[in-house]
């Protein structure tokens, strides 16, 4: 069982939760050990579920990291905001999808945007990352031609 929760205020997210059944499990949260896009693990749902430009930018930054993983959903957001994994990079995400995980992330010092750098909150095509300069990074290399 997974479950997302939200709640706005001024239509923007203040609290997010995330509730998940995985047994004898305590995540705590850390601060992102790596600060540069070539050591960074990376995941995605899976780049399947991108159209062909939005893979061809993906497989970019998966070239660029150290690591990459498929799957997780909104347990990756919760990895990443408990330091164990450094970048997210999503797309065709709906409000709903990501509006629980935005407190959450930013909570633990993270930044979330889509790829054009703008409120993540209206979904769509999204980065997520531990570190600021990690986010920049991988912004870069999703731009680029």
Known sequence: MRKA???????????GAIIQRVGAFRMEFGEPTFHSLAEAILFTTSPRLMNGSDREAFSRVEEAALLSRYGGDCYAYCMLAAGHLDLIVETELKP???IPLMPIITGAGGIMTTWEGEPASGGGRIIAAGDRRVHEEAMRVLRAP
């Open 96 to 98: 709903h999808d990501i």
């Open 5 to 15: 929760i939200n709640h706005l205020k001024k239509c923007d997210p203040v609290l």
